[in-house]
């Protein structure tokens, strides 16, 4: 069964440092987004992604964060200069089409901030 | 802003046992899905519901989505300890599909 699949599983980080996170969505799906998790609180959208461009963002995603499709298969979010607060679970998820809007998620990569 | 409440946090209780969680809010959404989460994992889809009024069964568990599609619920029969895990509800909202809304879960430990 195809999956929506993410590297790193974890990633340590000094703070101000560069990060890149990677996601591989499901083959055939046109929507991606991006959404976080700090323990123990909701999980928040972050960006949706679509047509090669940024379909909504959220507060969140401030001018630190960036988002690419490098290729036909690779989805990435970057945040360019790390705070302590940016430590969380990241998921990727995509989705074949609207309206149902039915999501996948993949495992998560955990990012810690030092 | 939208919001989604779940209810309860936190659930224990003996394997054989029927449970029903909830998730509400004041806000319409276009559908709502139910993820099962396990630590440390991404949300797992179980279903979505779009129509108001809608009842959908996955095997034990049952979902419903209220008939102003604000709230929905979902009810397990004969708890196993296998369905141990955080079940989490996430809108989409009727003005924008595309972003999921999500409550905080609810926790659920099966005792066997």
């Known amino acids: 069964e195809p999956e929506v699949t993410q590297t790193p599983s974890h990633q340590v980080t000094q703070m101000g440092q560069e990060v890149i996170l990677r996601c591989v969505p499901i083959?055939?799906?046109?929507?991606f987004y991006w959404y976080r998790q700090i323990l123990g609180q909701k999980v928040e959208f972050l960006v949706s992604?679509?047509?090669?461009?940024?379909?909504?963002k959220s507060e969140i995603f401030d001018d630190q964060f960036s988002v690419e499709r490098p290729d036909g298969s690779n989805f990435t979010l970057k945040i360019r200069s790390t705070k302590l607060e940016d430590s969380a679970m990241y998921f990727c998820?995509?989705?074949?089409?609207?309206?149902?809007?039915?999501?996948?998620f993949g495992p998560g990569t955990r990012l810690t901030v030092l | 802003t939208q919001l989604l409440e779940q209810s309860p946090q936190f659930l224990s209780i003996q394997e054989g046992e029927n449970l029903t969680v909830y998730c509400n809010s004041s806000?319409?959404?276009?559908?709502l899905q139910w993820y099962r989460q396990e630590p440390g994992e991404g949300p797992v889809l179980l279903v979505t519901v779009v129509t108001g009024g809608e009842v959908k069964k996955l095997k034990r568990l049952t979902f419903q989505f209220g008939d102003a599609r604000k709230d929905s619920s979902l009810h397990i029969t004969a708890a196993q300890p296998g369905d141990t895990g955080l079940y989490l509800c996430a809108g989409a909202s009727a003005g924008n599909n595309r972003k999921l809304i999500w409550g905080l879960g609810t926790s659920l430990a099966v005792n066997p």
């Open positions: 083959s055939n799906h046109l929507y």
């Open positions: 998820a995509s989705s074949s089409r609207v309206p149902y809007n039915e999501q996948f």
């Open positions: 992604f679509y047509n090669n461009e940024i379909s909504e």
């Open positions: 806000s319409v959404f276009s559908s």
